[in-house]
C-alpha cells in the first residue's frame, strides 16, 4: 500500500492529547488538500499505523503515558516498506533534548504554537525527502529489472539510506539550533555572533552535500539551472567559504583573487570545487590546499582549474573506480575502502564537467598529494548534453 493520497500528497497523521491543537492542525493540513487522520496518545497512534501506512507523522513531544519520544523509537523499530517522515512539536526545547529526539529517530521539529506558514515549509520539506526516497528506490526497481544483482541492489540502497539519514540529522540540528538562536544572539550576545553564523553556513553545507547524494543516482537532478556569464573565481570562493566549517584549524585553504569570467551554470560549478574541496579534507589528511584559474595557453577559450592538497594520496587500487559508486559497492573494494567514502564526490564533478564540456585528470602518488585538474570551454552557450559522466583520466605520480 501507498501512504499518498489520490492528489499526491503523504497522508498525515496528527497526534497529541490537546483536541484543541489537534482541530487546528487537522484544519490547515485539510485546506492544504492533505488527507489528515488524528488521535491522542502514543497507543492510539500505533494502532492506526497498523491498519494504514501514512507518509508523515506528526506527534506532540509531551503527552500522558507514551510520549512522543518513546513513539518515535517504537515507530523506529517496525519494519515499513516506506518509513513515515517523523515531525515532534514543541514549545522550546533544549539543545540536548534535540539531540536526544533526533537519536531517538526524529527527522524534524515544529515549534508551538505552530504557524501555519511554518508547517507547510516543513511538510514541504518532508514531502521532498519522501519524493527523494521514491525516486532512488524505482531506479533501483528498474536496475532490477535490466539485470542487476540483488545483492548490489541491496548495498546500493542501504548506502542510500545510509547517506541520506545522516545528512539529514546533522541538518535539522544545526538548522533548528542556529535559526532559534541567532535572533537572540544578534542583540545579547554578539561575541558569539561568528559561531551562531557558522553553524547556519554549515546547515547549507549539508543541503549541498544532500543534493550530491541525490544527484549522485539520479542524472537527471545533477544538472539545470540558470546559465549565465559567471566569475569563477568568486565561485570558488564561496564554494570554500561553504566547507570552512569542515576546514581543521591546520589546514589552510588558499583560492584565487583576480576574477575569472566564464559562461555556465554558478550553482554546479560551485558544487563541483566544494566536492573537491570536501575529498582532501575528508581522506587526504593534508595540510594544505591550492586551488588556482588561468587560461589553458595550449588552446584557445579553455580556462583550466587546478586543485592540489599535499595529503597520502588516492590508494592505487581505488583510483581506477574514481567517479563510479556500482564498482565501489562491489564487496572486495567495499571491505577495504568503502568506510572511507562512497565515491559520490567524484560522480557530481563528472556530471559538472560532462554538463560544461570539459574534462578531467586526477594525478596522485602514495604521499606525494593529490592534483586534479579540470578543462573548461569559457563562452559554452548551454548545457552539453553529449554525455552523463565526463571523461576522468588517472595518472600515478612517481
Avoid at 37 to 43: K, S
Amino acid at each position: 500500500m501507498s501512504s499518498e493520497t489520490p492528489g499526491n500528497l503523504p497522508h498525515v497523521l496528527v497526534v497529541d492529547d490537546e483536541e484543541s491543537s489537534r482541530r487546528i492542525v487537522e484544519t490547515w493540513l485539510t485546506r492544504f488538500g492533505y488527507k489528515c487522520t488524528t488521535c491522542g496518545d502514543g497507543l492510539e497512534a500505533l494502532m492506526h499505523m497498523d491498519r494504514e501506512p501514512f507518509g508523515i507523522v506528526i506527534m506532540d513531544w509531551h503527552m500522558p503515558g507514551m510520549d512522543g519520544i518513546e513513539l518515535v523509537r517504537l515507530l523506529r523499530a517496525r519494519a515499513f516498506a516506506q518509513a513515515p517522515y517523523l515531525v515532534l512539536t514543541t514549545g522550546d526545547p533544549e539543545r540536548s533534548s534535540m539531540e536526544q529526539a533526533f537519536v531517538a529517530g526524529v527527522d524534524d521539529f515544529i515549534r508551538k504554537p505552530i504557524d501555519p506558514p511554518e508547517l507547510m515549509a516543513r511538510l514541504h520539506a518532508a514531502r521532498r525527502v519522501l519524493d527523494l526516497e521514491n525516486k532512488v528506490r524505482e531506479r533501483l526497481q528498474g536496475q532490477t529489472a535490466l539485470g542487476l544483482h540483488r545483492g548490489v541492489v541491496r548495498e546500493l540502497s542501504e548506502v542510500v539510506g545510509t547517506l541520506a539519514h545522516d545528512l539529514r540529522t546533522p541538518l535539522a540540528t544545526l538548522r533548528m539550533t542556529a535559526e532559534s538562536l541567532l535572533p537572540k544572539v544578534r542583540n545579547e550576545c554578539p561575541g558569539i555572533l561568528n559561531a551562531v553564523t557558522r553553524m547556519c553556513r554549515v546547515a547549507e553545507a549539508m543541503s549541498e552535500t544532500l543534493e550530491d547524494v541525490v544527484s549522485a543516482f539520479i542524472a537527471d537532478d545533477a544538472v539545470g539551472g540558470p546559465w549565465e556569464v559567471i566569475d569563477l573565481s568568486a565561485e570558488i570562493r564561496r564554494a570554500v567559504e561553504m566547507v570552512s566549517a569542515s576546514v581543521p584549524s591546520f589546514t589552510s585553504v588558499s583560492v584565487p583573487g583576480e576574477p575569472f569570467r566564464i559562461r555556465g551554470n554558478p550553482h554546479s560549478l560551485k558544487r563541483l570545487v566544494m566536492n573537491l574541496v570536501a575529498n582532501s579534507l575528508r581522506h587526504a589528511n593534508c595540510r594544505s590546499i591550492g586551488i588556482s584559474v588561468a587560461p589553458y595557453g595550449e588552446r584557445e577559450g579553455w580556462v583550466m582549474v587546478d586543485l592540489r592538497d599535499d595529503g597520502v594520496g588516492i590508494p592505487l587500487e581505488l583510483l581506477a573506480h574514481l567517479g563510479e559508486p556500482m564498482l565501489l559497492s562491489d564487496a572486495s573494494l567495499r571491505r577495504e575502502f568503502f568506510a572511507k567514502g562512497s565515491g559520490l564526490g567524484y560522480v557530481i564533478c563528472r556530471r559538472v564537467v560532462a554538463e560544461h564540456g570539459g574534462r578531467m585528470l586526477v594525478s596522485t602518488g602514495k604521499g606525494k598529494g593529490t592534483r586534479v585538474r579540470i578543462w573548461l570551454p569559457t563562452d559554452l552557450r548551454a548545457a552539453a548534453a553529449d554525455t552523463e559522466l565526463a571523461s576522468l583520466e588517472t595518472e600515478v605520480l612517481p
